[in-house]
């Protein structure tokens, strides 16, 4: 079992005092495949959207002293071994989630979660919302320099219809994440004119899709600035040689 606490916290609410306080060294792999040993005291466990449990912890990691401390995520199908502070493994993984942490992972019956698969689908998402135009509305969003909540939840509407059509069905979490990037997203003008000059080799159909979601960008907020309208017509004129409005 894990040896004393380092600098216990109080447990926070809701969350067992048999796991709050527990101190041991984790080797822990991040999103890019590098391993570290990193000695920790649990502070709570999380169930992330995806379903894989998260543990908070306050890591105590001397290569970032700067941090030492201060609270930390890390996933338990990253987690590849766990030592107590005297350094003995603790074998097999699963046993110590269940019987130290109150953890069953992994779930019988599950498929373990690839990190490389995520990322790749991510990167997936990423290109095919892209090609349906989204940077056209995110452009459209930031041309009044206020991009509201109605906005970017047009331009999430858009985005998962373009991933619908590929045949990708996004999950909750995928979504969520998907509305953190486009609340991010400000295309520069070369960034811009390159997502005009893509889309306008595209079927007839998905340009008009695209002009119709930007004008509802523009709606969205119940007010037409006019600089919404110009950057309009100009990719309405790009794209198919006529202006959607007589003045803007």
């Not at 498929?111 to 290109?127: E, F, G, N, Q, S």
């Not at 047009?154 to 509305?179: F, K, N, P, Y």
């Not at 080799?201 to 509802?216: M, N, Y």
């Amino acid at each position: 079992m894990p040896a004393g606490p380092i600098l216990p916290p109080p447990a926070p609410s809701g969350v067992s005092p048999l796991v709050a306080g527990l101190s041991f060294i984790i080797e822990y792999e991040d999103a890019a495949g590098r391993s570290r040993l990193r000695p920790v005291t649990v502070w709570s466990v999380r169930t992330g959207a995806d379903g894989v449990p998260r543990l908070i912890v306050r890591s105590h990691d001397s290569k970032t002293s700067h941090d030492d401390g201060a609270l930390r995520s890390f996933r338990l199908d990253r987690i590849k071994a766990v030592a107590d502070l005297d350094g003995v493994v603790q074998e097999p993984l699963a046993d110590f989630f269940r019987d130290a942490l109150g953890l069953v992972w992994p779930v019988p019956g599950q498929k373990p979660a690839d990190p490389k698969r995520d990322a790749d689908r991510w990167a997936v998402i990423r290109k095919v919302t892209r090609d349906g135009g989204l940077t056209l509305l995110a452009a459209m969003a930031a041309a009044d320099s206020d991009v509201s909540a109605e906005e970017i939840q047009v331009m999430l509407d858009h985005a998962t219809r373009s991933c619908a059509a590929e045949g990708i069905a996004l999950g909750d979490g995928e979504q969520a994440r998907l509305r953190r990037s486009i609340a991010r997203m400000r295309p520069t003008p070369e960034a811009t004119a390159k997502a005009v000059a893509a889309l306008a080799a595209e079927h007839r159909s998905t340009i008009e899709a695209v002009l119709a979601a930007c004008l509802a960008v523009a709606d969205a907020d119940g007010f037409r600035h006019h600089r919404e309208m110009t950057l309009l017509n100009s990719f309405s004129f790009n794209l198919t040689g006529k202006r959607l409005f007589d003045s803007a």
